[in-house]
Structures are given as structure tokens and as C-alpha cells.
């Protein structure tokens, strides 16, 4: 019987396909990272699950030895490349929501787990490069977002934007909340283009850029009590 959890440790990273700014292979690095920071919900951007660059998602399944949810987005070889979402917890639902994409398919990973009993919705995302385009990306976000309101929810990921372009949503932006909006995740650019966004009912205890080297983005981990 799983006890009753009031803390949880929440990551989002582009990992870059495992690979350094300067496209050094970083990948078992990266694992042994995760093994030692343990967050409860890891939101990953840029996983691979193809034989051309490597077996990533089963692979951190199985070493971090978690829960995963894998969203294959672009065909590459003999698989997928795309974003992924791995927890301990019970995952009950999976779905995956294709977001208006021009040439890269892009997407919206939605994930669905238990928590003391109840349900926790985890949306991982890896917006487009085209200004255009991540408008209606944002705008199938915030309605997808209206359907769930009124139940525990985790927005994260990699927004290829500093500036989100929501009309309205009952999230809170974690970094704003901690005075931290001005921390850079994107490296040597001094913009923050990775997001963790909250629902009200989970409050923000602490919220962390890592500078770690083992991609061209930082990780961001904030800490919540539920």
C-alpha cells in the first residue's frame, strides 16, 4: 500500500538526444544525474527510441527503474524520436495530443497517475521553432488545459519561447511565483525557454535552474507540497 505523499520533486529537461552543447555523447552521464537528483515526475524533451541514436527511453525506463510514457513524434530509422515522461507512480492514463505542426511534428505528452489515491495530470510539451505555428500551439494547449481545470496538474517543458502566448489558464508559472523568471535555461542565450507550471492546488516550495553540462538546455526542478 503506498503511503501517503505530501512532497514531490519535479524535473523537466531537454536532453538534446543525449548529447552536450558541443555534441559530446552525455547519455550515461545524464543517467547517473537522474539516479542521484531522484524526482518523483521527469518530463524529458529530445529522447530517442530508434536503432540510429540509441534505445534512450527504454533504456532510462530501466536504469531509473520508473514508470514511462513515450510519445513517438518523428520517424528515424527504425523508430521514433520524440518526448517522454517517467515517474514511480501508478501511471492510469496515456494519451497523446498532436499540437498544429508545419515540418516537425510536435506534440503534448498527457500522462495520467495516482497519488495518495488521486489523480495527477503530467502535460509534457516541445513547441515548434516557427512563431506562427507555437500560436496554435498554445492556443490547443490552453484548451486542452480549460477541459482539465479543477483537478492536480503539471504543464512542463520546452517552449522554444520566453514569452508564452496564453490568453488565460489557471496554471501558475513556477519561476514567477519563486522570482526566479530571469534565470536562463537555454545555455550561453540568457533566455528561459523551459516552463513548470502548476495547478493552485500545489504549492511551489522551491524552484532550481541545475547547471549541468550535459545538454544545450539546463534542467529546472522545483520542489511541491500537495
Known amino acids: 500500500m503506498q503511503k501517503n505523499i505530501r512532497f514531490l520533486k519535479v524535473m523537466t529537461y531537454n536532453i538534446h538526444s543525449g548529447r552536450s552543447i558541443y555534441l559530446f555523447p552525455q547519455f550515461h552521464r545524464l543517467i547517473q544525474f537522474l539516479q542521484k537528483e531522484r524526482p518523483d515526475i521527469i518530463g524529458i524533451q529530445e529522447i530517442n527510441e530508434n536503432g540510429k541514436r540509441?534505445?534512450?527511453f527504454s533504456k532510462m525506463k530501466a536504469l531509473l527503474k520508473m514508470n514511462g510514457h513515450f510519445a513517438?513524434?518523428?520517424k528515424l530509422g527504425n523508430g521514433?524520436?520524440?518526448i517522454s515522461t517517467f515517474t514511480p507512480f501508478e501511471i492510469i492514463e496515456k494519451y497523446l495530443v498532436p499540437l498544429p505542426s508545419k515540418k516537425e511534428q510536435r506534440g503534448m505528452l498527457h500522462t495520467v497517475i495516482r497519488i495518495n489515491g488521486k489523480k495527477m495530470h503530467l502535460l509534457n510539451t516541445h513547441l515548434g521553432l516557427n512563431h506562427k505555428e507555437r500560436?496554435?500551439?498554445f492556443q490547443k494547449i490552453?484548451?486542452?488545459l480549460n477541459l482539465l481545470k479543477g483537478e492536480p496538474c503539471i504543464l512542463m517543458g520546452d517552449f522554444?519561447?520566453?514569452e508564452p502566448v496564453f490568453k488565460s489558464i489557471h496554471l501558475i508559472d513556477s519561476a514567477k511565483i519563486m522570482n526566479q523568471e530571469n534565470e536562463e535555461t537555454l545555455m550561453h542565450s540568457k533566455k528561459r525557454i523551459d516552463f513548470l507550471f502548476v495547478s493552485p492546488d500545489l504549492k511551489?516550495?522551491?524552484y532550481k535552474v541545475l547547471r549541468v553540462n550535459m545538454s544545450d538546455h539546463y534542467p529546472i526542478v522545483i520542489k511541491i507540497i500537495l
Do not use: A, D, R, W
Request: glycine share 10%; proline share 5%.
Open 160 to 162: 522554444n519561447t520566453s
Open 135 to 137: 500560436i496554435k500551439q
Open 72 to 74: 513517438p513524434l518523428v
Open 80 to 82: 521514433y524520436y520524440g
Open 204 to 206: 511551489v516550495t522551491s
Open 54 to 56: 540509441g534505445y534512450q
Open 142 to 144: 490552453e484548451n486542452y
